[in-house]
C-alpha cells in the first residue's frame, strides 16, 4: 500500500498549489480521506476532509481557500490550495483514515 504526495514547493503569498494524494493497493473510493499538515515543533493538524460520499470538511483556518476533491479513476485525492499564506507553510500528509494508511508528505512552502 502506498499514498504518495505531490505537488508540493515555494509559493507566493496570493499563489496556488494544487497537491495530488496518488494511492495504490487501496481503493482511495472505499475511506475517508484527510489532509494534515504539520510545521515542525507543533501538532499535525487536519486541513481538510472527503468522506466516502463526498461531504467535504475544512479547517477554519483554510475554510474559503482550499477545496479538497476525489478522482476516483485515478484513485487519487487532491487538495486545491489557493490564496496561500505564509502561515500555510508545512509539510502535507494525506491519510486514508479508514484503513489507516499515511503519505511520507510534501512540503509547501510560501514566502515571497
Known amino acids: 500500500v502506498q499514498l504518495v504526495e505531490s505537488g508540493g514547493g515555494l509559493a507566493q503569498p496570493g499563489g496556488s498549489l494544487r497537491l495530488s494524494c496518488a494511492a495504490s493497493?487501496?481503493?482511495?473510493?472505499?475511506?475517508?480521506v484527510g489532509w494534515y499538515r504539520q510545521v515542525p515543533g507543533k501538532e499535525r493538524e487536519r486541513v481538510a476532509t472527503i468522506t466516502t460520499g463526498d461531504s467535504t470538511n475544512y479547517a477554519d483556518s483554510v475554510k474559503g481557500r482550499f477545496t479538497i476533491s476525489r478522482d476516483n479513476a485515478k484513485n487519487t485525492v487532491y487538495l486545491q490550495m489557493n490564496n496561500l499564506k505564509p502561515e500555510d507553510t508545512a509539510v502535507y500528509y494525506c491519510n486514508a483514515e479508514t484503513q489507516g494508511y499515511w503519505g511520507k508528505g510534501t512540503l509547501v512552502i510560501v514566502s515571497s
Open positions: 493497493g487501496i481503493i482511495i473510493s472505499l475511506n475517508v
